[in-house]
């Protein structure tokens, strides 16, 4: 799909597409229950846990954006991912990257491992000895690239392949760069998931999660887990969500220049020990990044010098919001230690690289001279008096 393709499915794509009053935007279509013709003729709707036509168009909308088949929405990013693992079982295991989103290993260390399903940590940036990790019983490789907080990016391609010469999935968590940056069934992925709350809605106003995926099976495997569990997305979330989606490429090309000005100002701070950004010629997953995405997306991490407070960094900070999240118009701060990453023991959190003086940014649409005032104002009320 060409660039100018995709900037044209965001506006149009499955947005009304079958409204039968011609309505450019798509109803929110706020019913439980839909009324049944013939007794025993399957009706298009039935029940709205089962499907509803709003969710339905988000549905079509990310299985096309992503190139995919099928497209199913969720109330959040944590309820898509639930139901991603509900399709493995006792006995199966899932090789996870060296750092991830908190409530994901959360979910497995603490819930799914009670089930039977096991998990592992691997590094997925070097699919070379990635082809060493495979067990029997290894069923998934879980992707996130680039990886929340570290920004480390893995290689889909390579690790598609050595995950299928192995017969197992690849789950990738494409919620960092969205689709309109990367698409990673297009690279071998044969599930995509998403915390639809960042880039797609973008707005800091719904919570969503999403899947996409091709294989006709897998379809039909995982539209009956995502009946049976029920934690599918709301008709008026779900509308949000399509909302959001027409401006994403507006929103994620403005939001990317304005990290790599931040990154690049951070780079040899005094302040800032490490910057670690995929978009930086120097990143060591800059030439993977650029072969496999056409941008390097607006999130980005720093060690914060011990001649600075941690505290007095966040509390300094005006215009950049401390909070949790990230993938909105407004820049936010993340302290992963004690936010995003908290539900990882410490010692795992050492080990994943995670340290208490990093700082996460995922930068907004805000004038870049008050972005980078913000932070020079931050290091210096923090540093050295
Ligand atoms: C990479 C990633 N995946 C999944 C999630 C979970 O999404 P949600 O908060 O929508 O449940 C998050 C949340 O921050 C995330 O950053």
């Known amino acids: 799909m060409t660039k100018d393709e995709f900037e044209t499915l965001l506006v149009h794509g499955a947005c009304g597409s079958d409204e039968p009053w011609g309505a450019l935007t798509t109803p929110i279509c706020q019913t439980v229950t839909f009324r049944q013709g013939e007794i025993g003729v399957e009706p298009p709707f039935d029940y709205s846990r089962s499907g509803n036509p709003t969710r339905k168009a988000l549905e079509r909308q990310i299985a096309l954006l992503e190139g995919g088949d099928h497209g199913y929405a969720f109330s959040s990013g944590m309820a898509a991912i639930t139901a991603v693992f509900f399709l493995f079982g006792p006995g199966d295991e899932i090789l996870i990257p060296l750092d991830l989103y908190g409530g994901t290993y959360r979910l497995l260390d603490a819930y799914f491992k009670n089930f039977g399903v096991s998990w592992r940590i691997v590094d997925t940036t070097d699919a070379a000895s990635l082809e060493n990790e495979f067990s029997p019983r290894t069923r998934a490789v879980l992707l996130e690239t680039p990886t929340n907080p570290l920004l480390r990016v893995s290689d889909i391609a390579a690790v598609s392949g050595a995950a299928h010469r192995h017969g197992a999935l690849v789950i990738a968590d494409n919620t960092f760069l969205s689709p309109y940056f990367q698409r990673p069934l297009a690279l071998g992925a044969d599930i995509v998931v998403h915390s639809a709350t960042k880039y797609i809605g973008g707005h800091n106003d719904v919570l969503g999660g999403l899947v996409a995926l091709k294989d006709p099976e897998l379809a039909e495997r995982f539209l009956q887990v995502q009946k049976s569990t029920g934690g599918v997305l709301g008709p008026f979330d779900s509308y949000l969500l399509l909302r959001g989606l027409k401006t994403l490429g507006l929103r994620m090309d403005r939001e990317t220049e304005n990290a790599l000005a931040v ?49 007095e960094f966040f509390a300094a900070l005006k215009v950049i919001t401390p909070a949790e999240s990230l993938g909105a118009v407004e820049s936010l701060a993340c302290h992963p230690a004690t936010m995003s990453h908290a539900s990882i023991p410490p010692e795992m959190r050492a080990e994943m690289g995670i340290t208490d003086r990093l700082v996460r940014l995922a930068i907004g649409i805000e004038g870049i001279g008050a972005l980078i005032a913000d932070l020079d104002g931050a290091f210096s009320a923090s540093g050295p008096k």
């Open 263 to 311: 990154a690049r100002w951070l780079v040899g701070r005094s302040g800032a020990d490490k910057v670690y950004y995929p978009g930086l010629e120097s990143d060591p997953g800059y030439e993977i990044q650029k072969k496999q995405a056409s941008g390097a997306g607006a999130l980005l991490s720093f060690e914060l010098n011990e001649a600075h407070s941690v505290k």
